[in-house]
């Protein structure tokens, strides 16, 4: 059965940084491209970073390009979002899932239970 337990969040100041952690187990975790989305209130969720399984590739959602991050561990079966600059627009749960190409937002699935992070002005 296939575990990703996202870890890392809470709340933070605008200008902090955070980093959130995604643990996988059930899986080949290098088999497999990891992301990270994000559900605000009242909004769907939405599309933050991908990391390739070898971690060489990585895609970003523009509204995080140059303040995010993404990088994975293949030994500690974890994939990492670093958050730095964080605005009060990045309040969301974050959640980190599992897919077949890291360029292709659609291709992911198995969600993880989400971690929140919180942003005040």
């Known amino acids: 059965q296939v575990q990703l337990v996202e870890s890392g969040g809470g709340l933070v100041q605008a200008g902090d940084s955070l980093r959130l952690s995604c643990a996988a187990s059930?899986?080949?975790?290098?088999?497999?491209?990891m992301g990270w989305f994000r559900q605000a209130p009242g909004k769907e969720r939405e599309f933050v970073a991908a990391i390739s399984w070898s971690g060489v590739n990585t895609n970003f959602a523009d509204s995080v390009k140059g303040r995010f991050t993404i990088s994975r561990d293949n030994a500690k079966n974890t994939v990492y979002l670093q958050m730095n600059s964080v605005k009060p627009e990045d309040t969301a749960v974050y959640y980190c899932?599992?897919?077949?190409?890291?360029?292709?937002?659609?291709?992911?699935?198995?969600w993880g239970q989400g971690t929140q992070v919180t942003v005040s002005s």
């Open positions: 059930g899986l080949t975790f290098s088999l497999y491209a």
């Open positions: 899932a599992r897919g077949s190409s890291w360029i292709d937002p659609s291709s992911f699935y198995s």
